[in-house]
């Protein structure tokens, strides 16, 4: 008997669509669950399987060989329309699968036990099953075991859809920051054009080529994380003509990179670290406009260090200070650094500030 579309079919198969899980490549997490699931219950057949339109689709099987059966034979295309698990003793008794041929010719499928797998909107979307060619009943604990072995599969499927919907919040929320950054720039761009004051005609092309500076980092950290690994050194020359719109023009910016690649969360850190120290030697070192920064990273994947130092006017104090993290843009550099096993080090002899941060292999 072939089985019938649930009552809110529709509805059902947007729900599994929308996780994005069919027609995925094998994972260890989900056949490590089908190998538990057979061996616990003491079975040679074990599925994670998904009823879409016109075919049952296995994500994990143990003993099949197969990864999709047409719907007309599908067994948890019925067991989808009953309750939260379904044990059948002996298939060929349940007028159902009496007929299907996967059950009536030998070797067939004599008996089955599912736990239905649910989407967060309560409707069935496949099952978590065990069969074997003999009729038999499950213990109470095999029963448990495939109760329990479900709930991780779509506690790991839920999972996933949240990380991917946070992805796409952030994608969003990056459009929308550039989109402002972008709309400022140009805003204080059109305010420098209508004024007759050069003095507030300067101030405001230098903000607004900050801005600019500013929307351009932002690309770059957004663009990282679509890469597997990253050149640094081809990196920091990118945006090294960004950063220089930090400081003022009687400063000089410098930039030393080892060239080696790394993840897209080095990258993005490290180029954070520059920025925010940057930042910090205008504000508070480079005093009178004029100096030197210098940054210089070095090392591979695994052990690196960045050091960075500006010639302005920091004392062993200033140095103490940004130790204890006082300032944001220092609990900002510090929290990077432990978020990539790294110690960060201030120091200043008097003839400016020093910060390194180091991280070595265990």
Not at 98 to 104: G, I, Q, R
Not at 143 to 170: D, F, G, P
Not at 279 to 307: C, F, M, P
Request: net charge negative; aromatic share 4%; hydrophobic share 40%.
């Amino acid at each position: 008997m072939k089985p019938s579309l649930h009552p809110q079919e529709e509805e059902r198969l947007k729900e599994l669509r929308r996780y994005g899980i069919l027609d995925t490549e094998r994972e260890a997490n989900f056949d490590e669950l089908v190998e538990i699931a057979s061996d616990i219950c003491e079975v040679p057949v074990s599925v994670v399987n998904f009823i879409d339109a016109g075919r049952q689709w296995f994500k994990a099987e143990v003993g099949l060989g197969v990864r999709s059966t047409p719907i007309e034979t599908s067994l948890c295309g019925h067991v989808i329309l009953q309750g939260d698990f379904v044990e059948i003793p002996d298939t060929l008794l349940d007028e159902r699968m009496a007929d299907n041929p996967l059950c009536s010719t030998e070797p067939g499928f004599r008996f089955y036990a599912g736990a239905v797998l649910k989407g967060a909107n309560g409707l069935p979307l496949g099952t978590l099953c065990v069969l074997d060619h003999k009729p038999r009943t499950l213990t109470d604990r095999q029963r448990k075991v495939l109760r329990v072995l479900s709930k991780h599969v779509m506690t790991e499927l839920n999972l996933r859809l949240a990380l991917e919907q946070e992805r796409m919040l952030r994608k969003e929320v990056d459009h929308r920051v550039k989109n402002s950054l972008v709309s400022i720039g140009a805003m204080l761009s059109m305010k420098a054009r209508r004024t007759s004051n050069e003095a507030l005609k300067l101030e405001l092309d230098d903000a607004s080529t900050r801005i600019r500076s500013l929307s351009s980092l932002h690309a770059e950290l957004h663009e990282l994380e679509a890469g597997d690994r990253i050149d640094l050194n081809a990196l920091f020359m990118r945006v090294q003509n960004d950063l220089r719109y930090l400081i003022p023009e009687t400063a000089k910016l410098s930039i030393d990179v080892q060239a080696f690649e790394a993840t897209p969360h080095l990258a993005n850190a490290l180029l954070l670290i520059v920025n925010e120290f940057v930042s910090n030697s205008v504000k508070h070192g480079l005093n009178d406009h004029e100096g030197e920064i210098t940054i210089h990273i070095e090392g591979a994947a695994n052990s690196w260090s960045i050091t960075c130092r500006d010639n302005g006017s920091a004392t062993a104090s200033d140095a103490e200070r940004a130790m204890s993290q006082s300032g944001l843009g220092t609990r900002v550099i510090h929290s990077l650094a432990n978020s990539l096993d790294a110690t960060a080090h201030w120091s200043s002899a008097g003839k400016g500030m020093e910060l390194k941060v180091t991280q070595q292999s265990g």
